[in-house]
């Protein structure tokens, strides 16, 4: 049967690659044979038979290796991968086919486009991957420490990998800073790599989405796109490499990559890393959303000390445990605020919040500042003892009152282990009224309205 015959019996689009082998046993030269007509639509009218596959689409090294693999070592390959060069996802397969000699080997190539990533094809992936997927997710999912739990999965996937090392690091385009997120192995090469490094990959990774360096030829070809990048590896003692993005939507923020892995897996290990990353970005997406949003919810946003809401739950937990360990509350109030909101405006008053809350935080300390109202602040602190307390407070007292600049009414309480919670910011409370009126009775012309 001859090729046209054979991919005309596919419906989908379908054909012949021919592989050609280097002399140092290395892949060659790869060659569309023929399609079907599904192909041919499909590829429009820049198909020809017996083309070099890279005059139809851009070169790829990790397509090229699928190629190889299946024509010489007749193995079936299934992948669903992103292909950035069409703007879809291709479902693929590759079917080895009896060799025309030594040096020239064949096999099938079917594919589908899905425009976007659908799960169901996901999900075909080879059973170890789709173990280790599961167990990630579930111990993802898990109201735990995310960070704990993610290094658990680089470590699995690291041994899965028969890796030296798996790395999960993000990437800050705004603050030009590169964080690792988890690493895991038994000899971890280097370090994190700069932001200078880390920038240079996206434009590498291109249209195939992800780098693999399995030899040192590949290692050759990458130095020549990207010396800097490859100098570092090697002075990392990085032989090997596969690496694929962690994506939120179309953006990368990351990247998840195993180093010094045991290349006879490369295409296990090509097809888990490039699953476990878009799971890996969705779940590192959420909770970056999730941070953000308790942070938020804790944290006021013009000052960022901590919120009403973190304060309640502050002496929620405070009542739980009187009389077990001491405490001292400081209740602050901007004095003249609403005045300069009327006179000025809205913004001039924020700046006066800021710069008073400046100093609150020099004395107390940016985590144990609540802000409870527009011009009213509190500052508990736990632990430590009378006179630490007291001082501090001295501190903030003895600060000039001056119009636009630090104006604060000052009350407090030290509670020790005697006084409740309740009762101790009663006195706080009471304690800041006396001065406030006491201010307001010799400063008539900033008197509230």
Not at 140 to 156: P, R
Not at 351 to 369: L, T, W
Not at 370 to 385: K, M, P, Q, S, W
Not at 400 to 410: A, L, Q
């Amino acid at each position: 049967m001859d090729d046209h015959k054979l991919t005309d019996m596919f419906l989908v689009p379908c054909c012949v690659m021919e592989v050609e082998k280097n002399p140092d046993g290395s892949c060659g030269m790869i060659r569309i044979n023929s399609g079907n007509q599904a192909y041919c639509e499909t590829m429009g009218p820049a198909y020809y038979d017996n083309m070099p596959y890279y005059e139809l689409v851009p070169k790829d090294a990790k397509f090229e290796d699928f190629c190889f693999r299946a024509a010489f070592e007749n193995r079936r390959l299934h992948a669903y991968v992103e292909t950035k060069a069409l703007n879809s996802w291709t479902d693929q397969q590759l079917i080895p086919l009896q060799q025309r000699d030594e040096n020239h080997g064949r096999c099938l190539f079917l594919f589908e486009f899905t425009k976007q990533a659908e799960p169901s094809r996901m999900a075909e992936v080879s059973m170890e991957t789709a173990e280790l997927v599961i167990r990630s997710c579930l111990l993802l999912s898990k109201e735990e420490n995310f960070a704990d739990s993610l290094d658990i999965v680089t470590k699995d996937i690291c041994t899965a990998a028969g890796a030296d090392a798996c790395r999960i690091i993000l990437i800050d385009h705004e603050n030009k800073a590169v964080t690792t997120l988890s690493d895991s192995g038994s000899r971890m090469p280097g370090r994190t790599p700069s932001y200078e490094i880390v920038k240079t990959w996206e434009p590498i990774i291109g249209v195939s989405n992800e780098v693999i360096i399995k030899d040192r030829q590949r290692m050759t070809e990458l130095a020549e796109l990207n010396p800097s990048w490859v100098k570092d590896m090697q002075d990392n003692n990085v032989e090997t490499l596969v690496l694929i993005p962690l994506k939120k939507i179309e953006t990368i923020i990351g990247y998840l990559y195993v180093t010094n892995y045991d290349v006879r897996k490369t295409v296990e290990v090509k097809e888990m890393i490039e699953v476990m990353s878009f799971f890996l970005g969705m779940e590192i997406a959420n909770n970056q959303l999730r941070s953000e949003l308790e942070y938020r919810y804790t944290h006021d946003d013009l000052t960022g000390v901590r919120s009403r809401s973190a304060m309640i739950a502050l002496t929620a937990q405070l009542m739980r445990e009187e009389g077990t360990r001491p405490f001292g509350v400081v209740n602050m109030d901007v004095n003249g605020l609403k005045l300069v909101n009327d006179q000025k405006g809205h913004e001039a008053g924020d700046q006066m919040i800021v710069v008073n809350v400046k100093a609150m935080k020099e004395i107390f300390g940016s985590e144990n500042i609540y802000r409870v109202g527009g011009d009213e602040f509190l500052a508990i602190l736990t632990g430590g003892t009378k006179e630490d307390f007291e001082t501090k407070v001295a501190r903030l007292r003895a600060l000039p009152k001056t119009e636009g600049g630090v104006n604060i009414s000052v009350g407090s309480c030290w509670a020790g282990t005697e006084r409740s919670t309740s009762e101790a910011l009663h006195l706080a409370d009471e304690d800041m009224y006396q001065e406030k009126k006491q201010y307001y009775k010799t400063h008539t012309d900033r008197r509230r309205s």
